[in-house]
């Protein structure tokens, strides 16, 4: 699904220029679940947002389903995207004063859906994600923790993306609303069978994926199986 080759990523320009990532190469097949791990600088979300087609290699090839999207412009990065990323931000992000289907719409408004279809499409990301009808009008900031959880399943999934990129999705959670989080990323994994990169600087959270990969100073220092992941939603039961 993700074969990168020889990425490199610098900013600045002359004397100022900066290299973040530094000839990094690795696949992903359909169905993995991965943590990218590194201390704070060491890459990661100029990684993520490379693998997320937010923004594009200085050198190197970047091959997402079979097509090159190293050099793509910023329109067919945006159908990309919306083809095939769903995206998972700190605390999912959920927009609050707005309606938890408005929240599950809005991936469609990037990905360009037409407007009259949207409502259709979010409701039923809603129904499947476990969440009925009488909710869709409350606010986000109005509904608990174990509902924010179904919106954010919804959201993830409404434009039907074979691939989910989470960055630092538990950073300011406490412990049991991070394992609440990572339970929905493995259910993801396990049950609707979507590809997860999950970016975290924690090896706590790392091990609840099936490989990890150790970034440091913008270079891949290992990338290994992770032999028995641990079970985020049998851990969140502990503290019920
Ligand atoms: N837009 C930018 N311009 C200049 N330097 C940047 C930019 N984005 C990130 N960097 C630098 O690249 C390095 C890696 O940053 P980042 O990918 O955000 O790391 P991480 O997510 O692991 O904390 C850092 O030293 C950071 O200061
Ligand atoms: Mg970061």
Same mark, same amino acid.
């Given at each position: 699904?993700?074969? %990168?080759?020889? +990425?490199?990523?610098?900013?600045?320009?002359?004397?100022?220029?900066?290299?973040?990532?530094?000839?990094? /190469?690795?696949?992903?097949?359909?169905? @993995?679940?991965?943590?990218?791990?590194?201390?704070?600088?060491?890459?990661?979300?100029?990684?993520?947002?490379?693998?997320?087609?937010?923004?594009?290699?200085?050198?190197?090839?970047?091959?997402?389903?079979?097509?090159? #999207?190293?050099?793509?412009? &910023?329109?067919?990065?945006?159908?990309?995207?919306?083809?095939?990323?769903?995206?998972?931000?700190?605390?999912?992000?959920?927009?609050?004063?707005?309606?938890?289907?408005?929240?599950?719409?809005?991936? %469609?408004?990037?990905?360009? #859906?037409?407007?009259?279809?949207?409502?259709?499409? *979010?409701?039923?990301? %809603?129904?499947?994600?476990?969440?009925?009808?009488?909710?869709?009008?409350?606010?986000?900031?109005?509904?608990?923790?174990?509902?924010?959880?179904? #919106?954010?399943?919804?959201? *993830?999934?409404?434009? &039907?993306?074979?691939?989910?990129?989470?960055?630092?999705?538990?950073?300011?959670?406490?412990?049991?609303?991070?394992?609440? #989080?990572?339970?929905? %990323?493995?259910?993801?994994?396990?049950?609707?069978?979507?590809? +997860?990169?999950?970016?975290?600087?924690?090896?706590?959270?790392?091990?609840?994926?099936?490989?990890?990969?150790?970034?440091?100073?913008?270079?891949?220092? /290992?990338? @290994?199986?992770?032999?028995?992941?641990?079970?985020?939603?049998?851990?969140?039961?502990?503290?019920?």
């Amino acid at each position: 699904m993700i074969e %990168l080759e020889n +990425i490199t990523k610098t900013y600045g320009l002359g004397a100022e220029i900066y290299t973040a990532l530094h000839a990094i /190469s690795f696949s992903i097949k359909e169905g @993995e679940f991965v943590a990218i791990m590194g201390p704070s600088g060491s890459g990661k979300s100029t990684l993520m947002h490379i693998l997320g087609c937010l923004d594009t290699p200085t050198t190197g090839t970047y091959h997402l389903n079979g097509k090159d #999207v190293s050099a793509m412009t &910023d329109n067919e990065l945006a159908q990309i995207r919306g083809d095939n990323i769903g995206f998972v931000f700190q605390a999912f992000n959920l927009l609050p004063r707005t309606t938890v289907l408005r929240n599950v719409m809005l991936p %469609l408004v990037y990905a360009r #859906v037409p407007v009259h279809e949207r409502a259709d499409r *979010a409701a039923q990301a %809603l129904l499947s994600a476990g969440l009925t009808e009488e909710y869709f009008g409350h606010l986000s900031n109005q509904i608990s923790g174990g509902q924010i959880q179904r #919106v954010a399943i919804a959201r *993830a999934l409404v434009n &039907d993306p074979a691939l989910i990129l989470a960055d630092e999705p538990t950073g300011n959670l406490d412990s049991k609303t991070s394992l609440i #989080v990572l339970g929905t %990323l493995q259910q993801l994994n396990r049950e609707y069978g979507r590809t +997860i990169i999950l970016i975290t600087h924690e090896p706590d959270i790392a091990e609840h994926a099936a490989r990890i990969i150790r970034l440091k100073d913008g270079t891949i220092i /290992s990338d @290994e199986k992770n032999a028995s992941p641990r079970d985020a939603a049998r851990e969140a039961a502990l503290y019920a």
